[in-house]
Each structure stands twice: as structure tokens, then as C-alpha cells.
């Protein structure tokens, strides 16, 4: 309905997302006029740019832009997104943007060494869609628990947690929870904090 959209060019999964969002909208039978007009968060513009295809949308766009698809609609029974499906595809036309789709989730319980506790942190954050860094610190429980700078350092895979405090404050940030989760993650840090090793090795096994 309305005028007909642009077509979807640009990387595989980035138009994956964009085709959800607009399919959508077509099942909700409105338009992005009709959206904004109900849902003053965001402006019809804003709605339309992200269906576009044309960038990353941030995921609270597109949740802004399912609710006022959800809040404008007459039909009945109203179309709800499938708000897992919808992470999934975000989250990979995320990493697809960052050029970090061939990272594996994360198994702590495969850690052997620094080396690998660098590349598991740095998954997790890639995961996770890589939020912005004072998010993750918000919910690590603040600059006394996880400075910005070390994070930054952390995720970039420039250094490690200073020691486990630091370490069970990143995993909080990422929202890492479950007695099981937890565990593998402390195990790992275990199992590598008893390695010891001199600061040019630290470097050298931070960058392989």
C-alpha cells in the first residue's frame, strides 16, 4: 500500500532483514505515514530509511518500527513479529556489516589458553551485535567494575580482564546467565589464569 519501495540491493543479510520488516508492514496493512501518525517515537521517514536496506538499523529501530507497524494496524487478528527470528536476522546483517560473520558463538568450555579467552570475549561481544560499550558498562554494574577503557581494550582484543572480578563484570554486561553458563565461563578463567605468562607472550597470544 502507498507508493511502491525502493528495491533491496547490498548484502545478503542486511536485505534478509529489510524484506522481514517490509513484509511486515505489507501483513499490517499500513503505511509508514499511517505509523508515525500512531507512534510518535519515530517519524514516518525514519520508519521508511529502516525498511530501506540500505544500512544496519539499530535494533531498537526495529522494534520501534514492529510496534508501530502493531499499533496502526486495523486488521484482525493483528500480525506479531516473530521477535526471535527478527534478532537472529539482525544480528547477522550486524556481524555481515562488521565482516565478522565466521566467528562461532563462544564455548567456554573449549578454552584452553589467554589465546583463546582473547577470541571467546571478542565473540561474545560480536554476538551480542556489539553494543555500544557504556551499555555493556551499565550492566557490568559501572565504571568501578569495568572501566570503559579496559572494556574497549577487551573487546578489541588488546588485553584481558585485569582479574576475575573485572572478568565476571564483562560477562554480566553481556547478560551471561544460568548457574551452567556461569560455571563453563569460571572454569575457563581458571584453567587459564594458572598459566602465568610474561607480558611478550601475553602479546603474542592476544594477536594469533
Known sequence: MGRSENPLNGPLHRRKLAQYLRDFRASAQVTYEEMAALYSNASAATLKRTASGETVPKWLRVLDFCVACFAATRVDPRPVPDVQKLRELWLKARMEGRHTLHLKK????????????????????????????REIQSRAGGAMHLPLSTLARIVSREALPAD?????????????????????????????????LTSTEIIHALHE
Open 106 to 133: 563462544p564455548r567456554p568450555e573449549y578454552i584452553a589458553d589467554q589465546a583463546d579467552l582473547s577470541r571467546a570475549l571478542h565473540a561474545l561481544y560480536e554476538h551480542a551485535g556489539a553494543p555500544p560499550l
Open 164 to 196: 576475575e572480578r573485572q572478568f565476571l563484570a564483562f560477562l554480566a554486561g553481556f547478560g551471561v546467565e544460568g548457574e551452567e553458563r556461569q560455571t563453563k565461563w569460571r572454569m575457563a578463567w581458571n584453567k587459564v589464569s594458572k598459566h602465568k
